[in-house]
C-alpha cells in the first residue's frame, strides 16, 4: 500500500533540526499493519499552497490510499495545516480529529489547542497527526481500526492489521 507522508516544519525545512514526526510516523506505520508499506515521503515549510499543491499530487496523480500530515496543526500564524486539508476534502470525518483531541488531552491539556481535521479526497484518506512524536504514536494507534474501515469503504479493500485497536 502507498502511503503519503508529508511533514510541515519551517525548521526542519529550513536545516535548523531534523524531522522527527515523518520517521516517526513511518515507524509506527510499519508496526501497525501486517503488509508491505511504501511511504511516499515529503518535507515542506508551513505554506498552504505547497501542502494543496502536495494533495493534489499524492491524491490525483499518485493514488495514495492513506495520505498523512505532520506539523501545522496549532494555533500560530504560520500553522495552516487544516485551512489547506479542507480546501481538498470532498468530504470532511470529524471523529478523526476529535477523538484525537480527546485521548491526547487525557495526557496533555494543551492538545485541546489542536486544530487537526480529517476527510476524504476521492478515494483517498487524509489525515492532520500532532507534530510531536509520542502524539503520533498514540494517535495512530487509536485510528488503526478506523483507517482500515474507512480504506475498506473507499477502495474495498481493509488492509490487515498487526495489532488490534486497544480501546
Do not use: W
Amino acid at each position: 500500500m502507498k502511503i503519503g507522508r508529508i511533514t510541515l516544519s519551517d525548521r526542519a525545512y529550513a536545516g535548523i533540526y531534523k524531522d522527527q514526526s515523518g520517521p516517526e510516523i513511518e515507524k509506527v506505520i510499519m508496526h501497525l499493519f501486517a503488509e508491505p508499506v511504501e511511504f511516499i515521503s515529503v518535507l515542506i515549510p508551513d505554506e498552504k499552497n505547497l501542502l494543496v499543491s502536495e494533495f493534489l499530487r499524492l491524491v490525483d496523480e499518485l493514488d495514495c490510499p492513506l495520505v498523512l500530515t505532520t506539523g501545522g496543526t496549532g494555533p500560530s500564524s504560520r500553522d495552516v495545516t487544516p485551512e489547506a486539508t479542507r480546501l481538498v476534502l470532498e468530504k470532511e470525518l470529524p471523529g478523526f480529529g476529535e477523538i484525537m483531541r480527546m485521548e491526547s488531552y487525557k495526557k496533555v491539556k494543551t492538545a485541546i489547542l489542536s486544530r487537526a481535521v480529517a476527510g476524504i479526497r476521492k478515494r483517498s484518506l487524509i489525515i492532520n497527526l500532532p507534530g510531536k512524536p509520542s502524539a503520533i504514536a498514540d494517535c495512530l494507534m487509536l485510528l488503526g481500526e478506523a483507517i482500515a474501515e474507512c480504506l475498506d469503504h473507499l477502495r474495498g479493500y481493509r488492509p490487515l492489521l498487526a495489532i488490534k485497536d486497544k480501546k
